[in-house]
């Protein structure tokens, strides 16, 4: 079964361009024109990744994003912005997308955005048995899931794989932009702002008090480290 991407814009040319280009490449897409139609799509169909603009009339592409991500939803959104400015960027990665393009935009980039996207979210079948204990947080690879006080965190699938790949290098430094290149596969054009903007978002569903972080440390100048709490990894 081909992946389902829906497109939401509602300048015509752009949902043509964005389905052309993705239909070429194999994907099978749906199209929505505004925000709450995007809305009643994703419930009934289901896509695999949304590619969201953020301009839209009735309820604009921030606002759906947020509600989506109230609501628990964990599909990955790639935003579309007419602005190139970080201000639109940032606020778009706070509330939970995955990742943004510019407009205008090369076909060549926006499917290198959606290929990295479901290459990082998609495989999750692998290390099905596989828990990583840190004290009371458990993260579970294979089934996308974590769990701290017994309670399950709702993290964004970026989310999740920052802190998986912070877990899986527990007690070292990462570089921010190491991390850029493993979680996103591609240049991103040097913009560490956005490895700071996860590892905030992150910090508030996973600290108590954010501001004096247990797991998640930041190490000045150089980026961040796992602090290991009572670590373990075995099989399920």
């Known amino acids: 079964m081909s992946t389902k991407i829906l497109v939401v814009d509602d300048e015509e040319s752009i949902v043509k361009l964005v389905s052309f280009n993705l239909n070429k490449e194999g994907f099978q897409t749906?199209?929505?024109?505004?925000?709450n139609e995007a809305w009643d799509v994703i419930q009934r169909d289901r896509p695999d990744l949304v590619v969201l603009d953020v301009m839209l009339p009735e309820m604009d592409g921030f606002s759906l994003c947020r509600l989506l991500r109230q609501e628990g939803s964990a599909i990955p959104i790639l935003m579309l912005t007419a602005k190139d400015e970080e201000i639109d960027k940032v606020l778009g990665l706070e509330i939970g997308a995955d990742d943004?393009?510019?407009k205008p935009f090369s076909p060549r980039e926006l499917?290198?955005?959606v290929r990295a996207i479901l290459r990082r979210t998609g495989d999750k079948?692998?290390?099905q048995g596989e828990r990583l204990e840190f004290?009371?947080?458990v993260v579970?690879?294979?089934r996308y899931e974590v769990n701290l006080h017994g309670e399950q965190l709702v993290l964004t699938p970026k989310e999740f794989e920052l802190l998986l790949l912070l877990c899986r290098s527990a007690g070292l430094v990462l570089s921010r932009e190491y991390i850029l290149q493993k979680l996103w596969g591609y240049d991103f054009y040097g913009d560490t702002r956005v490895v700071d903007v996860h590892i905030s978002h992150l910090r508030e569903k996973l600290e108590q008090d954010p501001a004096r972080p247990r797991y998640i440390m930041t190490v000045r100048g150089v980026g961040y480290k796992f602090h290991a709490v009572s670590q373990g990894s075995r099989g399920a």
């Open 30 to 35: 749906i199209a929505a024109g505004d925000g």
């Open 100 to 102: 943004y393009l510019t």
């Open 111 to 113: 499917i290198a955005r």
């Open 125 to 127: 079948e692998q290390d």
């Open 135 to 137: 004290g009371e947080l």
């Open 140 to 142: 579970f690879p294979g």
